[in-house]
């Protein structure tokens, strides 16, 4: 199971966001006014669900002038943002208690009994949406309504979208959706729309994917060129700590026998001499 | 450039003590180690304290840790899986090795601590386990012993470079550069304990030579993780105010042992050690804060 978030057709409203606290009973920030419509900032503990608003608009000397219109509408882009329960989670990866696991609905859950708040999760997540809570002392993120999904019922933020930006459902189905929304959407001249995630090309697949109208780093994702998985320094790493450790006992050889042979050697020149 | 658009981990002071105490632990061992298999009779004082000094240092690993968790008396579940049953390990993530290595290095380290002391007849009590690891055994022992530190020494370095976070995960020579320079530090504490007097001096000379070794090693290996860094597009992160403060630190850490024997200038060996390990100190502090701050 999962999502597809189409941001083509995205108003910015929150009332996932909305929903998503709601249900799953999360206080929220204290209040934060940025420089922008965006007053949640990130996807954090409290905030599982997060409609970014990147403006695009031109600025002269705090001048606002009105958007030129780019390809229909692109001046401002909105995106609601969520976990990507990445096929291969990095999360998932290198949790070292297995609190973070994989659930009958394919999806990403950190188990709260388990997790023990060492934050290693956060580390490795590239989508920077695992918070740390003071309160519980554990890490939290969107449980892609994992309780709701017991029920059959829909996650909160797919029933609240008033659009159907949104979209929950088998992933065959979605992806099927997304091809053709993106078909439509780059016959209609949008040529820089495209989906992120629908394939294996981003972390094998994520079962959040999006179609977005820019490249993805506009909304703080990374290229598929940058999306790696934490392991891949693995055998590099220790590599070069198994070479490090090999020039170390050389050294500790050269400094400790090599002076002891020289001692041995001085000493025996010493009786030599007395003889 | 790489693309980071990652949250950090807060992995801060507790942390840099842990990865500090770490290096020496697990390069004091080694230390004593290899005294004991390549060194005289002479250095045998030195190597107990090598010992001693590891364990102690390694005593305060699992707190720092502890104190760091959110649920610090959920420590447990870093080595049993409460969710499935059974034991957690995990082979390609580096915290769930070091949780196991630091757990069985802390084993080779207590006996070790326990042999040192009966040997220098402070504790007759571990006299019979003293018997029991002298010879092929104690080489044994003190070989695989020396594996682990090894290992602790440099795994912390591992741990970063195996995440998504800037700086950290752009380099693969944090390993290698923990590693090298807990060694150094390690060295430093051992010329800081020795007497002089006692036959320590020697020994201590022979510790200086090393240390030397240790970091050139350790700067080859900064020069390297810089070029990997800036490779990445992430060099303006290793060069806030702060850090280029504490860059200056790792330098005169690593120049000391260096400087301190060359004929321009000649100064006190302590004074050497004592910088170098507020060099080790400070590296560890760049590498944890570049990523942070």
């Known amino acids: 199971m999962g999502f597809f978030t189409d941001t083509s057709i995205c108003i910015g409203c929150k009332a996932c966001e909305v929903a998503c606290k709601e249900w799953n009973q999360l206080e929220g920030n204290p209040p934060e006014f940025r420089d922008s419509f965006d007053n949640t900032g990130q996807l954090d503990a409290q905030n599982w669900r997060h409609v970014q608003f990147i403006e695009q608009v031109p600025d002269n000397n705090g001048v606002v002038f009105q958007p030129t219109p780019i390809a229909g509408g692109q001046a401002w882009l909105m995106m609601s943002d969520v976990c990507k329960h990445c096929q291969n989670a990095s999360c998932l990866e290198v949790c070292p208690t297995n609190a973070i696991v994989r659930t009958e609905f394919d999806t990403v859950f950190i188990q709260q009994d388990v997790c023990n708040g060492c934050r290693n999760c956060i580390s490795a997540c590239p989508y920077g949406v695992i918070g740390f809570n003071e309160k519980t002392g554990t890490v939290h993120k969107c449980t892609l309504c994992y309780d709701r999904l017991q029920l059959n019922k829909m996650p909160a933020c797919a029933q ?3 659009t159907e930006s949104i979209r929950f459902g088998y992933l065959d189905d979605l992806q099927k959706a997304a091809d053709a929304r993106l ?47 934490p392991d891949r320094n693995n055998t590099a790493g220790y590599a070069a700590g198994v070479l490090t ?28 001499n007395d003889q | 450039m790489i693309d980071h658009f990652v949250r950090a981990p807060a992995w801060e002071w507790w942390i840099l003590l842990y990865f500090f105490c770490a290096g020496i632990a697990g390069g004091a061992y080694a230390l004593g180690a290899m005294l004991r298999f390549w060194g005289s009779p002479r250095d045998e004082g030195i190597a107990r304290a090598a010992f001693i000094t590891s364990f102690i ?25 409460t969710g499935a049953g059974g034991l957690v390990f995990k082979f390609w993530s580096p915290m769930s090795i070091g949780s196991w290595a630091l757990l069985l ?13 009966a040997s220098g007849g402070q504790l007759r009590a571990a006299d019979p386990l003293a018997r029991w690891l002298r010879g092929r055994a104690g080489d044994v022992w003190t070989a695989i012993g020396m594996i682990l530190g090894l290992f602790i020494a440099g795994y912390t370095g591992v741990l970063l470079s195996v995440s998504n976070q800037p700086v950290w995960s752009d380099t693969w020579m944090l390993g290698g550069l923990f590693l090298a320079s807990g060694l150094s530090g390690a060295a430093a504490v051992l010329i800081l304990l020795a ?38 597009g992430w060099l303006a992160s290793l ?43 400070a590296l560890r502090a760049v590498v944890i804060f570049s990523a942070q701050l």
């Open chain 2, 239 to 281: 060069l806030g105010p702060v850090l280029l403060l504490l860059w200056l630190l790792v330098i005169v850490g690593i120049a000391a042992p260096i400087v301190s024997h060359s004929r321009r200038m000649t100064f006190e060996p302590r004074v050497a050690a004592a910088l170098t390990l507020l060099g080790v100190l």
């Open chain 2, 195 to 232: 007497r002089r007097g006692r036959g320590d001096t020697d020994t201590a000379v022979a510790l200086s030579d090393a240390d030397r070794w240790f970091v050139i090693i350790e700067a080859v290996l900064i020069v390297l993780f810089v070029v990997t860094v800036a490779a990445a």
């Open chain 2, 57 to 81: 240092a390694l005593i305060f690993c699992p707190i720092f840790l502890t104190v760091d968790l959110g649920q610090p008396i959920r420590f447990w579940h870093m080595l049993f899986d």
């Open chain 2, 105 to 117: 290095f802390g084993l080779f380290s207590f006996v070790s601590f326990l042999v040192a002391l």
């Open chain 1, 245 to 272: 450790a090999a020039a170390a006992l050389v050294a500790g050889v050269f400094s400790f026998r090599g002076r002891r042979m020289a001692q041995r050697e001085a000493g025996t020149e010493a009786a030599g």
């Open chain 1, 160 to 162: 609240a979208c008033p």
């Open chain 1, 183 to 229: 078909a439509a959407l780059q016959k209609s001249g949008f040529a820089k729309a495209q989906l992120y995630g629908r394939d294996a090309s981003v972390y094998g697949g994520l079962n959040a994917f999006f179609l977005l109208m820019d490249k993805p780093e506009a909304y703080n994702l990374p290229s598929k060129e940058s999306a790696k998985l």
